[in-house]
């Protein structure tokens, strides 16, 4: 069943709580040659295994992409883990540490910003919104993906699935952001390319909850959820205007 779609009101939002990959970052440019490294090193290089691992999370082998919801769009380190680990035969503890270290690291790919990022996230702050980040992503890689991109001072508050508030679609990531800037969750909008993103935003409550275009999921995937669906973050000031 579809919710209702809510008006947005200018006045009544105060802070934005962001996903980070397929949201800041290009989803696919990103992580897909990450996950590819890492894939590869707890299937110790065996390139059949690997590519059932990746089709157990949610990779489409014929259009070489990650599925919108699937593990590997929605899921943190510890979920992949958890498919991964059995199929090689391994602990989950083992590959959540491989995964954490790889995935915090820069050696196996570089990190795609959306189009027009910095601009953009600027362009809300001199609003006088109040950003943050929630990403099933670690802590480290926060910092890991986003750090060279001179976009960090921006946002008030960064956590991720280690940060100690839950996962989502939870609300816990939200309501965190609320008890460290004062805001109310009805003044926050949560802007995410994943449906738990903005299940996350209902579970808390918050105020607007907006999906984008630039990671794993498709408009028809999002549109019965959200209450706005845009191509990307770069449309998110003009509502102010």
Known sequence: MSIVKRSFNANKIK??????DGTLLDFHATWV?????????????DQGLASAMLQATGYD???NRVLGGSILAAGNNRDISLVWAPLAHKSVDQVEIVL???????????SVAVKDLNSSLKKLADLGLILGIATMDSEAGI??????????????????YDSGFGSKPGPAMVLGFCQQTGLRPEQVMVVGDNTHDI??????????????LTGTSTRDELEPEADLVVDSIADLATLWS
């Open 15 to 20: 802070g934005i709580v962001f996903d980070k």
């Open 33 to 45: 040659p990450r996950a590819l490294a890492a894939v590869l090193a707890v299937a110790d290089g």
């Open 61 to 63: 082998n014929e259009e």
């Open 100 to 110: 954490n270290d790889m995935f915090s690291a820069s050696d196996y790919g570089d």
């Open 143 to 160: 910092k890991a993906t986003l750090g060279h991109f001179d976009c960090l001072h921006l946002f008030d508050y960064a956590v991720g």
């Open 199 to 212: 299940h996350m935003g209902q579970s808390a409550a918050a105020g607007y909850n907006v999906g984008v």
